[in-house]
């Protein structure tokens, strides 16, 4: 569904990521983690179209994305790590202006009842400047659902959120995941690693060290004479090691 | 063409949008009535003293009092010296007895005497208009005395006639309507382009319009903070998005320039009702084409910048460069000669010569219309280019 090869990204002369080489697969959930400033959100936002790769090529659905960006943007939905939502518009004004920016128009009840499926009630017709941190983040993840997209590239969409909401919306995102959506996910919740995500990369100074399944990690991680009791564990050893001397060895 | 409607309907709710859209009207209006105020009160006090009496010194006066800058009092001589003496006045002239008959006569000088004060700043304009007056009254009177004389000759009549005077006088004054000399278009022999710059050195602009330019371009600029604030957060989900960044712009643009171009529509009216402006559908015409230029502008200092309080800095102290070198707030060509040529190139140029010519087939007026499209089309693309920039 998704393929990334040698993708690298330069700001200002200086890298900032790959060679990033990548597949995901559909009805995959894709966690994406790594320290901060890895290049996690820059590879995500490439991803989305938003920014353009310096070297590389990313093919989703068999579309390049940089040849055929229109045909790719309506597969996508994005969630940036920044609220993209206007402030001083409802709830309402806010799903309804999104929703005209893209091609498969909502009706106003499917726009509410996406609202209800991230967790955001009762505050259809509240001004966003008034929703508290988490709900914004509701709603941010909403208007990224509202056509349908393919692909869901989600920049750390759970943040803040109270763990009821949280529960239910990977939840949500695991049956949209078995509805064949493929699902790139940017976390730093040790629990949305484990439970969540079907594979995961571990991304550092703008590289992998490492992709696949948590067992494959642990397998590979006792191959290099580290033992780990549990996932915890793994991901605490993946995130720990320095590999910044040779090329990924998984 | 949805979020274009939406994006409106979006600002309609805004109080700042209101406030925006009234801003400049209301300062135009508000400030433009205490300038032609103080204008009028900047009026030279002159004083005639009219011993004649007579229709022809009336005209004199008439004459005298249609001047601007002037304001004119009649009172006897003695009352006339007390105030000269006590600096009231800044000129006192006296129109003799006999003037109407002396003039009719042909006769020119010492039909007026003046006392001025050792102060005064007013005896040198007031003898000219007094003297073109002189030259009108005393140029119809000898034609009139030569036709009546003709007359006589022809039908050797010896009676007074005095009704072919008054009509041949009355039509040698005609002559002289709507305004003597000053109106003629002096065509120097020399090559076109000096000949309309003399023309551009003396374009009037109304204040009331000068005033609407400056707050008008500065309320487009402010209005167009949205490309500031909405640049980290709306923008990268919108070129995520199907609809992508440049017909959003665009189509934001449209939504701002709509409320602009009402507003100017608006201050059209205004103008127009208060009767403070000349010309008609041509100045609206130019009006709308500089809210449009103000629009794209505003956006261009707001793609490049990426905090709100800097860009409302640029855009004050931009609104203002345009206004003084436009002229919008005085004639600023007028001042230093060497500004001129840079004042012809700013868009008030196209406002206030729309004003004085109503054409827009006058040069002056498509010249800079002209401009300010082009402007507009290479301006575009640059801002769909740097708002999009950012991410790369
Ligand atoms: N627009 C930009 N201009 C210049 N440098 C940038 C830009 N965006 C990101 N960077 C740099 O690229 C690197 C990767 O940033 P990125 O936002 O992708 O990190 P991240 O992995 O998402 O971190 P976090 O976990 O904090 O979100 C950082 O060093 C950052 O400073
Ligand atoms: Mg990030």
Known sequence: MINISRLEKFYRKKKRLGPVNLHVDKGEIFGLLGPNGAGK??????????????????????????????????????VPQDIALWEEMT??????????????????????????????????????????????????????????????????????????????????????ARDGKTIIYITHDINEITQLCTRIGVLKNGIFLFTGTLAEAGARLQQHGYT?????????????????????TF | MGIYYEKWKQLMRKPVTWLLFLMPIAASVGFGMLFTKQQTELTIPIVIV???????????????????????????????????????VDSVFIIKKHFQTELRKGKRDGLIELWTSPSSVAAGIVREIAASEIIKQTSAAKAANKVVSLYKQKYEDQGERSEIWQQAYDYT?????????????????????????????????????????????????????????????????????????????????????IIQLIQAGFAFVVFRYLNVINGGIV??????????????????????????????????????????????????????????????????????????????????????????????????????????????
């Open chain 1, 41 to 78: 959100s820059t590879l995500l936002s490439i991803l989305a179209t938003v920014s353009s790769p310096s070297a590389g090529k990313v093919i989703m659905k068999g579309k390049d994305i940089t040849e055929e960006t229109k045909a790719v943007r309506p597969l996508i939905g994005y």
């Open chain 1, 91 to 176: 709830v309402k004004e806010n799903m309804l202006f999104w929703g005209k920016m893209v091609k498969r128009k909502k009706s106003e009840e499917q726009l509410e009842n996406l609202c209800q499926a991230v967790q955001l009630h009762g505050k259809w017709d509240e001004k966003v400047s008034r929703l508290s941190g988490g709900m914004k983040r509701k709603l941010n993840l909403a208007v990224s659902l509202i056509h349908d997209p393919e692909i869901l590239l989600l920049d750390e969409p759970t943040v803040g959120i109270d763990l009821q909401s949280k529960f239910e919306i990977n939840e949500l995102i695991q049956k949209l």
């Open chain 1, 228 to 248: 780990a009791k549990n996932e915890t564990e793994i991901i605490f050893h993946l995130l720990k090691q320095d590999y910044s001397d040779h090329e990924p």
């Open chain 2, 50 to 88: 009219d011993e004649d009496q007579s229709s022809t010194s009336d005209a004199v006066i008439q004459g005298l009092k249609s001047q601007t800058g002037l304001t004119v009092k009649e009172m006897p001589a003695s009352a006339a010296k007390k105030q000269l003496l006590q600096g009231e």
């Open chain 2, 173 to 257: 004054m005609d002559q002289w309507q709507p305004e003597p000399l000053m109106t003629i278009q002096y065509k120097i022999g020399s090559d076109k382009r000096q000949d309309t710059n003399k023309e551009k050195a003396t374009l009037l602009f109304s204040p009331y319009l000068g005033l609407w330019s400056f707050f008008t371009m500065l309320s487009c600029f402010i209005f167009s903070d949205w490309a500031v604030k909405e640049r980290w957060t709306i923008f990268p989900r919108i070129r995520a998005s199907s609809i992508g960044l440049p017909a959003y712009l665009s189509q934001c643009a449209a939504a701002h320039l």
């Open chain 2, 283 to 392: 100045v609206f015409s130019v009006m709308a084409v500089f809210v449009l230029f103000s629009t794209v502008i505003g956006l261009l200092l707001a793609v490049f910048h990426t905090h709100a309080g800097p860009f409302y800095l640029t855009a004050l102290s931009t609104a203002l460069l345009f206004a003084l070198f436009g002229g919008s707030f005085f004639p600023a060509g007028e001042l230093f000669s060497f500004i001129q040529k840079l004042s012809e190139m700013f868009p008030q140029t196209a406002l206030a010569a729309a004003e004085n010519k109503d054409r827009l087939t006058d040069p002056l007026v498509w010249e800079s219309v002209f401009a300010m499209a082009a402007v507009v089309l290479i301006s575009w693309p640059l801002i769909v280019w740097k708002a999009g920039r950012e991410y790369d």
